[in-house]
């Protein structure tokens, strides 16, 4: 399995490291990401390299919201259903908004 470490991520206070591993290996055969809490002090989003590019930025965005979900809902979480529409419709927001995202975001001036 080859590993490419990237940088902490933080979700409503709480850090995630970002590992993009090929051939995850999850548990689950069609699983393309996924939170790992081991017994280390950084819980981990790994995104599995092996798929393209727009799959993991796609799958990376399906990660941050169940991280989000999990910090914020004190309780009952959102089912997968709603988290695969929401990763989707927001994916394809930004990737076709790109610069109004970036406002959204801060990252432009007005």
């Known amino acids: 399995m080859k590993k490419k470490k990237i940088p902490i991520v933080r979700i409503l206070g709480v850090e995630y490291e970002l590992l993009f591993v090929e051939g995850m290996g999850l548990g689950e055969e069609s699983t393309t990401g996924g939170i790992v ?12 390299s092996s798929q393209s590019g727009a799959v993991q930025r796609e799958t990376l965005l399906h990660e941050l919201l169940h991280a989000s979900d ?11 259903k709603v988290i695969d529409r929401l990763a989707r419709m927001l994916y394809a927001i930004g990737r ?4 109004t995202m970036l406002w959204v975001f801060g990252g432009e001036d007005e």
């Open 70 to 80: 999990r910090a914020s809902c004190g309780g009952k979480q959102l089912p997968e």
């Open 96 to 99: 076709d908004n790109l610069s």
């Open 37 to 48: 809490e081991d017994n280390t002090k950084t819980p981990k989003i790994v995104i599995d």
